[in-house]
């Protein structure tokens, strides 16, 4: 049954095919259905499937004896999936162990130094360094790479389109709106409506230019400056020749184009603060040049200087927070795409690393009951699949011993992996699965998994080759090595048994006959059975095999073997050899001779480097899946072209990302996103669990936001102190409100600061992690700016100029006229005149009310994080309350500044729009245009926060699938094994090869399993006796992984052979105490009880037979596609020292 390399007992033979029962039937225990055919298709789990680490043991139930038992005990995977769960859970937030890849951090950069995407402007640092923040926030930030740059622009250059049509249909609106009033209130000039239409005209003309489909970059960059130079000309005509000419005239344009440049003109910081500036420069130029003669004007430019600053500053907090979020929400997605490249590669490497130690069928119904949620049955789950008609060959190095008394560790690991690897392509050509390497033994099954019909055919073609092979290496080492091959044609079970160490096997009586076919063959011989040669259809000469003669087993069963006629070497191969030796210049000579010589030559087959293929992680996605043309000449062949990598150059992982990114850029549509993800009103998302994680995203620019909210009340202060004559009111006002504005941003900034009480941090904190109690505290600071900006008013004198005139002067409100005013002595700028006014100053500048509002209005726009219905709602409060009060019982105010205003001017009809009309539309105007940007801020922030959710969940899928697939490898391959090829790069990495001394080798075989096998059709033909192995085996496996045999490492199992070994590594060897010796002592013990309970629990009289043995062995991993850790001949000895020690 097994495929054991010694001559012992056979574990079945067709003599004792008797009746018995299965260990279940024994216990009265339901037999388990076998496994059907049908049951084994192969399942194509996607590379996108992320594995559930908590299921790796869902389809695996407890062993049949710790069932029967009712122990709980935690399998293997179930400790090393508890060991991964912590390790996962301590590698959030960016932080990684044992070697795990990360994401590679993309910087950004600004002109000198780097600037963290997150940075807010109150910092825990010295006053120098908060200094140092605020002026980063004027600089203009780009990425190191400009690759990286370009591939920004692309990114936002939709966005950044749509914002910029948006700005120039707002300007042209301004425009039609000032055309309007100037021409309505009766005005004839023509400069002001030529000027101001052509500006409309060349403003739709660049809206057209901008929607064409061939809008480029460039072009855009062309457009901004453009735009901007349109703004300068609508502010120089407004200011100049404003009706009436007044400081005032256009200080809402100019403050809505400032906030407009900063918000949705796509340019850098520091074009947006010159173009802000320039703007504000050019206003105050202009008004004072036209108001020069005012005596009051230096009231007015110094209130101007104020708005504008707080216009800038709104401006900056603006766009300082919005390219910064741009900016990572694009490194977000550029992360997001590397992980899932990553994630791709990951799968892949999974594929490749499953694929070399298990074929494909039994790899894929593995990982589909992996990825599958499958309930616990009541055993272990097996892998195991019958396969009828198909030829087993088994060949075994003959001078092995002699060979490797020759040679150093690192050269027979050499010589064995390039004549392994070679015996690996022949397989491959000749049709056949290699199944594994015991030592010098290399067997090999053909017609698995897909059937054939001349598998023996394919067998003995195997074979021959094989000793064609060989003879190289007898050639170029002088040392005499020969093949002997044995060939049967049968039925096998094939699969893995056991939680760890997984190697793909095949069971049958078949193959213990093939075995013991290559241990009864002759050196340089094919040896078969008379089934192989009925097969082969008379197609081979062949003469008498006389295996009887040379072996017991096949003796005892009679069994007829010939040997097939062929001459050595075979013309195919000679040919093939002879090319590749004179391809590398290494044609066997008298001067060739030693050592080193006989590597090298060896070489000329170009076996790879072991896994090569798995560490493989750049290039192409077809190129990184390691596959290499088997029809290439060797001399071609070195590091690169054995990765795949010969045909185009290497790619850097860098310019891969960018390059899949750039596709993803054009390829993507906001527009489908928002509808997709979004509401259209409101821009909540559909999903409620997206809407709840996004109100808990962490806002790390509030503390910035308050602190502009602090600064523009400040300046709106100074503006009404340096415009309005002081009260007392406003000064009560301007104390309440800076408090209340300071208040709110200590407990915001309270977090940082470590002296402040436990629960104004515990205030701090939830303020900064949840969207609605941030817009709460945002709400009141902009309340607070409303009240100071509105409630003022209130100080003034509200009575009609007008009105009273008409009183004093016994006429109608009809008659009053202007020389009515100046005879009362009234004068435009003078709010303490003895005329028509109560204890109250006058105030003759409302409409710096206004612009106190609007500012307040662009405070609120300032809080991105808030809602954009909150901030209307909260924006069309301050409007409708605001104009409650200047269109009722203060609209007199209003109607007083245009009679004054007319009068200073000398206005005999008022060629201009009324105040109190003027004002609702401006604030209406700006309403909806800070609605509007508000909107697209909060859906590009919303969107922003879709990229930055799936970055985060790519990234953890790729985390958790680096740590499965290092559970795989550590399941296949030793870990320490494992780390040294994660460790070294794969253009220097050397075959795996050690010298290991005072290593205690154990085996432990069940010596009657053989007596239990068979074959029979109530036990599936054996199946029900390989799942008691399993279990059996499963059960050793989850002993050895307990803590007091942290120093033992499972080899294989070689059938019904368990194979362990200790003090393989530094670290495990106590070359002192000898503690590993003695663990190993343990773990034999330990299982032999294991097995005694399985014996008593499931009515069976299984015997073990233990051998131990400490000394050094050489331990090393032969094979490229399929790498396989084994140790060398010295550690096999005690396989026979255990013979002659039985323990029953």
């Not at 079970?493 to 009586?509: A, I, T």
Request: charged share 20%; glycine share 4%; with cysteine.
């Amino acid at each position: 049954m097994s495929a054991t390399k010694v001559n012992g007992t056979p574990p079945g033979s067709a003599g004792s095919a008797r009746s018995r029962k299965s260990a279940w039937e024994d216990n009265n225990t339901p037999v388990p259905q076998p496994i059907s055919d049908a049951a084994r298709t192969q399942l194509e789990v996607e590379n996108k499937t992320k594995p559930d680490p908590q299921n790796l043991n869902s389809s695996r139930p407890a062993s049949a004896a710790s069932v029967l038992s009712s122990r709980s005990r935690k399998s293997a995977w179930e400790k090393e999936e508890h060991t991964h769960r912590e390790s996962i859970r301590k590698t959030k937030n960016g932080r990684s162990h044992n070697g795990d890849v990360r994401l590679k951090s993309v910087e950004l950069e600004e002109k000198q130094r780097d600037a963290d995407a997150e940075s807010v402007l109150i910092t825990d640092g010295s006053c120098m360094d908060s200094l140092k923040d605020f002026t980063k926030v004027f600089r203009s930030k780009k990425f190191k790479s400009e690759k990286l740059e370009r591939l920004y622009q692309r990114y936002f250059f939709s966005l950044n389109k749509s914002s910029l049509t948006y700005l120039i249909g707002l300007l042209a609106l301004v425009c039609i709106v000032m055309i309007t009033y100037y021409y309505a209130a009766g005005n004839t000039s023509w400069v002001k409506g030529v000027v101001l239409g052509l500006v409309f005209v060349y403003l739709i003309i660049l809206e057209v230019f901008c929607n064409r489909s061939s809008f480029t970059q460039k072009q855009l960059s062309i457009v901004c400056y453009t735009v901007l130079g349109v703004v300068f000309i609508v502010v120089l005509v407004s200011v100049l020749s404003a009706v009436p000419a007044s400081a005032s005239a256009a200080v809402w344009c100019t403050v809505f184009f400032i906030y407009m440049i900063y918000t949705l003109l796509p340019v850098r910081m520091r074009l947006a603060v010159l173009g802000g500036c320039s703007c504000a420069l050019l206003h105050i130029v202009c008004a004072a040049a036209n108001n020069h003669s005012d005596w009051f004007l230096w009231r007015q430019i110094l209130a101007n200087i104020f708005i504008f600053t707080c216009a800038n500053i709104a401006g900056v907090f603006t766009h300082y927070p919005t390219e910064v979020a741009q900016r990572q929400a694009f490194l977000e997605t550029r992360k997001c795409i590397e992980a899932r490249l990553n994630s791709q590669r990951e799968n892949q490497q999974q594929e490749r690393l499953l694929l070399s130690v298990l074929p494909r069928h039994v790899a894929m119904e593995m990982k589909a009951d992996i990825a599958s949620k499958q309930e616990d049955m009541m055993f272990h789950k097996i892998y195991i699949q019958r396969h009828e008609n198909v030829s087993i060959l088994f060949a075994d190095i003959e001078g092995f011993t002699m060979l490797s008394s020759q040679c150093t560790a690192q050269e027979l690991v050499k010589i064995l992996n390039e004549l392994f690897a070679r015996f690996d392509k022949l397989a491959q050509e000749n049709h056949c699965l290699r199944i594994k390497i015991l030592g010098d033994c290399y067997y090999c099954v053909s017609g698995l998994p897909e059937p054939r019909p001349d598998h023996a055919h394919c067998c003995v073609e195997m074979g021959l080759d094989m000793i064609d092979a060989i003879t190289t290496v007898r050639e170029v080492t002088r040392v005499n090595v020969n093949m002997r091959v044995g060939i049967h044609s049968g039925r096998v079970h094939c699969g893995v048994l056991g939680l760890r160490k997984w190697q793909f096997d095949v069971w049958s009586n078949d193959v213990s006959l093939a075995n013991h076919m290559e241990a009864g063959g002759m050196p340089g011989r094919v040896h078969v059975t008379k089934d192989s040669m009925e097969c082969l259809n008379g197609d081979y000469e062949v003469e008498l095999g006389l295996g009887i003669e040379r072996n017991s087993y096949l003796r005892d069963h009679n069994i007829e073997t010939y040997l097939i006629v062929a001459s050595h070497p075979r013309p195919k191969l000679q040919q093939q050899l002879m090319n590749e030796q004179i391809n590398h210049g290494t044609l066997p000579t008298t001067a060739s001779k030693g050592r080193s010589s006989s590597v090298t030559q060896l070489e000329t087959w170009s076996a790879e480097k072991p896994f090569a293929n798995f560490m493989a992680n750049s290039g192409k996605e077809i190129r990184q899946m390691g596959y290499v043309d088997s029809d290439l000449r060797p001399g071609e062949a070195n590091i690169h072209n054995k990765l795949g990598l010969m045909s185009q150059e290497k790619q850097d992982p860098d310019d891969e990302v960018n390059e899949f990114l750039g596709r993803a850029i054009d390829a993507r549509s906001i527009d489908r996103l928002r509808s997709e993800h979004v509401k259209r009103f409101t821009l909540t998302f559909r999903k409620k669990d997206l809407e709840d994680k996004y109100s808990r995203v962490r806002d790390h620019m509030i503390n910035s936001y308050l602190v502009c909210a602090l600064a523009m009340l400040i300046l709106i202060c100074f503006t009404q102190l340096s415009i309005f004559p002081p009260t007392y009111l406003m000064l009560v006002l301007f104390l309440v409100s800076c408090c209340v504005v300071l208040l709110c941003l200590t407990l915001s900034c309270a977090e940082k600061c470590s002296c402040m009480p436990r629960r104004c941090q515990k205030f701090s904190t939830a303020v900064a992690e949840n969207r609605w109690r941030g817009s709460l505290v945002a709400a009141v600071s902009l309340i607070s700016m409303a009240v100071v900006a509105i409630c003022t008013i209130f100080a003034y004198d509200n009575t009609d100029i007008t009105k009273c005139l008409a009183d004093m002067y016994n006429v109608s409100v009809d008659d009053v006229t202007i020389e009515l005013l100046n005879n009362a002595s009234i004068q435009y700028g003078d709010p303490y005149h003895t005329h028509c006014r109560t204890d109250k100053p006058a105030c003759h500048f409302p409409e710096y009310f206004t612009f106190c509002v609007l500012l307040t209005m662009l405070a609120c726009a300032v809080f991105q994080q808030m809602s954009c219905v909150v901030k209307l709602g909260i924006m069309m409060s301050i409007g409708v309350v605001y104009l409650i009060v200047v269109e009722v019982p203060y609209v007199t105010v209003l109607d007083n500044r245009d009679f004054l205003i007319q009068a200073h001017q000398g206005m005999e009809d008022q060629l201009f729009v009324a105040l109190k009309v003027l004002t609702p539309c401006v604030i209406l105007l700006y309403i909806i245009a800070l609605w509007l940007h508000g909107t697209q801020v909060e859906s590009t922030s919303r969107l922003d926060f879709l990229w930055r959710l799936q970055a985060k969940e790519e990234k953890e899928e790729m985390e958790d699938l680096q740590a499965y697939n290092k559970r795989l490898l550590y399941n296949i391959l030793p870990s320490f094994v494992a780390n040294y090829f994660l460790s070294h790069d794969t253009k220097d990495s050397e075959l795996y090869h050690q010298d290991c001394e005072c290593v205690s080798v154990m085996f432990a075989s069940i010596t009657n399993f053989s007596e239990f096998y068979t074959e029979l059709e109530g036990n599936h033909e054996g199946v029900e006796c390989l799942r008691l192995l399993n279990e059996i085996i499963a059960d050793f496996d989850e002993i050895i992984g307990e803590e007091q045999f942290k120093t033992i490492e499972k080899i294989k199992t070689i059938g019904y052979t368990y194979m362990a070994a200790s003090g393989l590594t530094d670290e495990t060897n106590d070359k002192v105490h000898k503690t590993h010796v003695c663990a190993l002592a343990d773990f034999a013990f330990r299982i032999k009880e294991q097995l005694n309970y399985v014996n008593e629990h499931s009515f069976n009289n299984f015997r073990m037979r233990v051998g131990l043995n400490v000394g050094p062995v050489v331990a090393g991993v032969i094979g490229a596609r399929k790498p396989q850790y084994d140790l060398g001949e010295h550690g096999q000895r005690c396989k026979s020292y255990g013979q002659h020690r039985r323990r029953r």
